[in-house]
């Protein structure tokens, strides 16, 4: 967790932030190198929330904010997907009309035919994910780019989501259902949360003393005891206010905390495992990861299947939150909204650079956006040309980044 920046592609030949020595001096190594990790995203957040609060004190109300976490997830959990697909230098255009395909299919085996949530959920993600395989498929065996396939995705999945839906167009989702329940009125306990905010404080420092030590006996530098316990406190501070403060309403979310958990699942495989290794390897350069070995076509099969799986996932959220699936699921702006929450999060448009945590700043930058834009009552033109002139900057930081990082290694 403590890794919020990039995880560097092994085969790249990358100097990773342990190798510096530590500290500060590991920080400033890495942004003259290019390497600016989640900084940019996080000042500019600070610079969002500080505009709107001044202009409409309500934006950083409890309630407020309480509302813009749950508005995140939807569109967060299918940003994670997306991550792994610009990671390898893919992309999926269908996304947003996958999200709206699960969502009716969900919707009709829920309503319609009376099938428990139990079923009907994990049917319509099992779909989802055959779809990436399928994907995976033309796009290894062919060689069709996957910009030409996703984009037959979106229109032909948008047909069945259409034709699922029917005459209708709509299903309403029953309000005392356990699915809406939980998208809408289920908040984690307030003693429980802060009961997991001193478990992972304490799984962030054992986590870190565990891999300094080895590190240390392989004699390689590592974090000292004092910036383990530093990094602990901090979270357990910070996390603990958010806590309290979101408590004075209604408290974090259980959807909320489904996806942090999501995020937090990912960056552990992204950072800490051989495949997470293997999909930094692929995106960085490819036919260097073949010639070390990696199964670079299941690589991208895997990329394939976890995007629609999490979009999938996504859309089924997204329609318990509204309690209702209909033709505009998956529409409008999601597909768009979805792939610039991970790049304006940091993850590189040319793969082999970005982490878990892209998602979940990227998409509280544009969600963040929304909600100003929303308490002010602008158009919602100006939330399109505010969030595009972001991704643009973020785009043109990464270009800027990937120019000094040629520097670097030259140098």
């Not at 959990?77 to 610009?86: C, D, E, S, T, Y």
């Not at 989501?161 to 309403?172: D, E, Y």
């Not at 905390?257 to 937090?264: G, K, M, N, R, Y």
Request: glycine share 12%; aromatic share 8%; proline share 2%.
């Amino acid at each position: 967790m403590s890794d919020l920046g990039t995880a560097p592609a092994p085969t790249r030949g990358e100097t990773t932030v342990e190798e510096y020595g530590g500290g500060l001096r590991a920080l400033t190594s890495r942004f003259r190198g290019g390497d600016l990790g989640v900084l940019p995203v996080v000042v500019g957040l600070v610079v969002i929330w500080t505009v709107m609060q001044i202009l409409n004190p309500v934006f950083l109300s409890s309630t407020n904010l309480v509302n813009l976490t749950l508005e995140c997830v939807p569109v967060g959990v299918i940003a994670l997907g997306v991550g792994f697909m610009l990671l390898v230098g893919q992309i999926d255009l269908s996304i947003g009309s996958l999200s709206g395909m699960a969502a009716a299919v969900t919707a009709i085996l829920f309503v319609g035919h009376g099938w428990s949530p139990w079923l009907a959920v994990p049917a319509a993600v099992v779909i989802s994910g055959a779809v990436g395989w399928l994907y995976a498929q033309v796009f290894n065996r062919l060689g069709v780019p996957s910009f030409v396939i996703t984009l037959a995705g979106l229109l032909g999945f948008l047909g069945i989501q259409l034709w699922v839906l029917g005459a209708a167009g709509s299903i309403n989702l029953p309000f005392d259902s356990g699915l809406v329940a939980f998208a809408q009125l289920d908040f984690v306990p307030q003693w429980l949360s802060y009961t997991l905010i001193v478990v992972a404080a304490a799984g962030l420092f054992a986590a870190g003393y565990l891999r300094a030590r080895e590190r240390r006996r392989a004699g390689l530098a590592a974090a000292s005891i004092q910036g383990l316990l530093l990094r602990s406190v901090v979270l357990l501070a910070g996390a603990g206010v958010a806590v309290w403060y979101l408590g004075r309403t209604r408290g974090v979310g259980w959807m909320f905390v489904l996806f942090l958990a999501l995020v937090l699942v990912t960056h552990y495989v992204l950072t800490r495992t051989k495949y997470g290794k293997s999909i930094y390897a692929v995106g960085g350069n490819v036919e260097a990861a073949r010639r070390a070995g990696i199964n670079v076509k299941a690589v991208y099969t895997s990329a394939f299947v976890l995007c629609t799986t999490l979009a999938a996932i996504g859309g089924v959220l997204a329609a318990a939150r509204l309690a209702a699936s209909n033709q505009s699921s998956g529409g409008g702006d999601v597909n768009l909204n979805a792939i610039a929450a991970v790049v304006i999060g940091g993850t590189s448009l040319f793969g082999g650079r970005g982490s878990a945590f892209a998602a979940l700043f990227g998409i509280v930058v544009i969600q963040s956006i929304s909600s100003g834009l929303t308490l002010l009552n602008l158009d919602s033109s100006y939330r399109y040309m505010v969030t595009g002139a972001v991704l643009l900057l973020a785009v043109a930081l990464d270009a800027v980044a990937r120019r000094s990082r040629a520097s670097h290694g030259r140098a």
